[in-house]
């Protein structure tokens, strides 16, 4: 399996995870062509502007996720990872 593929199933399933995990307003998988950082992005969009919830962060350090920094926006935190 090439690693592209690998990744890409890695980035799939912290989006699942994270969508079962907190409120969430939109998950995307985003290709390294579509992404702004040129790798697999997941980018989360979560309910709340607290910061980034531990079931998040838990759920990137186990798919090997690195989080990029992100602003929140009025209720709104934004997350960005990336392989």
Request: charged share 25%; with cysteine; aromatic share 4%.
């Amino acid at each position: 399996m090439s690693c592209t593929v690998e990744e890409r199933k890695r980035v799939r399933r912290a989006a699942r995870a994270i969508q079962e995990e907190v409120a969430t307003e939109s998950v995307d998988v985003l290709a390294p062509s579509a992404s702004q950082y040129g790798e697999w992005t997941l980018s989360d969009v979560l309910r709340g502007s607290e910061g980034v919830p531990p079931e998040v962060l838990r759920e990137l350090a186990l798919a090997g996720l690195t989080l990029q920094p992100t602003p929140s926006q009025a209720e709104y935190q934004h997350v960005a990872a990336t392989v």
